[in-house]
T-cell receptor
Framework: EDQVTQSPEALRLQEGESSSLNCSYT??????LFWYRQDPGKGPEFLFT???AGEEKEKERLKATLTKKESFLHITAPKPEDSATYLC????????????????FGKGTKLSVKP | NAGVTQTPKFQVLKTGQSMTLQCAQD?????MYWYRQDPGMGLRLIYY???????DKGEVPNGYNVSRLNKREFSLRLESAAPSQTSVYFC???????????????FGAGTRLSVL
């Protein structure tokens, strides 16, 4: 069964304190791994897509990496505005045609950054 | 350019009442999705529509029906609401192969539904 597990469930950081969020996945062939950011009361906002092991993507203070079993979202010198829930999701190769866009989501990591 | 628009934003129903959640997109995407998000459960797929005229069940379709009215609109209907359907509902659309990106889902702001 395809599964996505995120850890920790919640993370509290001081401003400037770098850390990483983890996304472990079990999927029968990975089409792509996605990171989203979700602010309270809003819909998820796309951050990154990773397609193959060894791939890395960066955006401001965020860097996403991918291995064959997990992905990390590294946050360097975070600011209070980085506080949000970060969601990880995978697309499996077993979905094709019209269903290839289907995502399997993890439960998210709630990040709080204190000034 | 509004992207994905969901209406209403909030709704309170009594058990047994019916309602339709509306979703409209102006992104010219073919595929549309309905999710529910519950505390501690993550986002779960209810139904999806790969293209106009087609709909398919997702992980948790029981108690819901959908209609893909045209390419822009995808509605979710609760025929007889139950307290277990209290949740936040999100609509999403999927682009394909644009600028090197593939199958990225774009979400609306959500509908917060309480069933009493």
């Amino acid at each position: 069964e395809d599964q996505v597990t995120q850890s920790p469930e919640a993370l509290r950081l001081q401003e400037g304190e770098s850390s990483s969020l983890n996304c472990s996945y079990t999927v029968s062939g990975l089409r792509g791994l996605f990171w989203y950011r979700q602010d309270p009361g809003k819909g998820p906002e796309f951050l990154f897509t990773l397609y193959s092991a060894g791939e890395e993507k960066e955006k401001e203070r965020l860097k996403a990496t991918l291995t064959k079993k997990e992905s990390f979202l590294h946050i360097t010198a975070p600011k209070p505005e980085d506080s949000a829930t970060y969601l990880c999701a995978v697309q499996a190769l077993r979905y094709y045609g019209g269903s290839q866009g289907n995502l399997i989501f993890g439960k998210g990591t709630k990040l709080s950054v204190k000034p | 350019n509004a992207g994905v628009t969901q209406t209403p934003k909030f709704q309170v129903l009594k058990t047994g009442q019916s309602m339709t959640l509306q979703c409209a997109q102006d992104m010219n995407h073919n595929s549309m999705y309905w999710y529910r998000q519950d505390p501690g459960m993550g986002l779960r797929l209810i139904y999806y529509s790969a293209s106009e005229g087609t709909t398919d069940k997702g992980e948790v379709p029981n108690g819901y029906n959908v209609s893909r009215l045209n390419k822009r609109e995808f509605s979710l209907r609760l025929e007889s609401a139950a307290p277990s359907q209290t949740s936040v509902y999100f609509c999403a659309t999927v682009d394909r192969f644009e600028g090197g990106r593939r199958n990225i889902q774009y979400f609306g702001a959500g509908t917060r539904l309480s069933v009493l």
